[in-house]
């Protein structure tokens, strides 16, 4: 049993999506620049530090980096039991499992984004982290301030992000430290999210949250706002609503997650923060990052060396680190080439079939083991093919 993790705003970096450019999966990128009206290429391959830490930069870019990655692990046939992800994340989780189209999901993040690069613009805020000090005590170094500062994330034990406007955020990090902290530093970001500042944020985009269709997630996803699973979509337009104006409740989410027997954790998506946290927070846990190409061989074999076979049953066998799955791209009935059969040869580009009017096309060459959908078969996108031993 695994869960798949999905970062929020701040893992940016400057020319993320370089080592992806050439990747089947960059097709991703160009109907995100389509949903957007924007060109997301160019924010992943060509934008500078400064310009892409604005809210309504990172948040884009994040949000389809990560999109990209998930594509390129679920073209390996990886599939998790839940999934959960970090303030912005959560429209990445929501989009992983079906519940979210990729299109709709493009424009709601666009939406945020300039929604709460809105709502920072007209009302300066800070955030800060404090190290070392219970969450309690936290709350009381806010509470005593008696201004606007709150409680935004509580990442881990000892890690918790106060936010408000900056003078009640340094008056709280003075009171922190008083009260026990380790460590209290302000993070260079321009506004209080998760706090009560993000009004005008949350009205927005709670407007553009009830023009888009939710469907019932594929997987239960473990929401921000409660710390708790939820496999319907009724609730998700009025917990990403929420979301905006209340705490990141991530050390719950994480607790509850391993109380529900999943202690396996692989972050899909720029970075590697939220492994760390894992490790802060879950005792004896499994955790992996997959940000890079380079990293997806690696994803394999680290589940292969798992006791419980996370990678799902495939005829009986596990996937390794040499096979390989082809995914359908949509979703649709199946119609399979002459040629799509065990025994085959193939290269890059082979097209194994059809579903509906997209072809499936495979990302490696290698010989065909097996075939595992068949002729009629209406299948769901990222559904399993064809399964591959790689040349």
Known sequence: MIAFTYPGQGSQKPGMGSEWADHPSWELVEEASEAAGRDVAKLLLHTDKDELTLTRNAQLSTFVTTMVVLDAVGRLGVVPTAHAGHSLGEYSALTATGALDFADAVGLVTERGDAMQSAADQQEGTMAAVLGLDDDQVDIACQRTAGEVWIANYNAPGQVVIAGIPEDVDRATTLAKNLGAKRAMRFPVGGAFHTPLMAPARDRIRKAIEQIEFRAPERPIYANVDASAHDDAEPWPDLLTAQLCSPVRWKQTLRRLEADGLRTFVEIGPGNVLT????????????????????????????????????????????????????????????????????????????????????????????????LALEGERVKTNQPIAWLRTA
């Open 276 to 371: 760390g946290l894992a490790k802060r927070t879950v005792a004896d846990c499994k955790r992996i990052s997959v940000s890079t190409p380079n990293d997806l061989d690696g994803l394999l074999e680290f589940l292969a060396s798992q006791p419980s076979p996370a990678l799902g049953h495939l005829e009986g066998e596990h996937l390794f680190a040499t096979e390989r799955l082809v995914v359908s791209p949509a979703a649709g009935v199946f119609a399979p080439t002459t040629d799509c059969q065990a025994g085959t040869t193939i290269d890059v580009g082979h097209i194994l079939g059809l579903v509906g009017a997209r072809e499936v096309v495979s990302s490696f060459s290698g010989e065909v083991i097996g075939v």
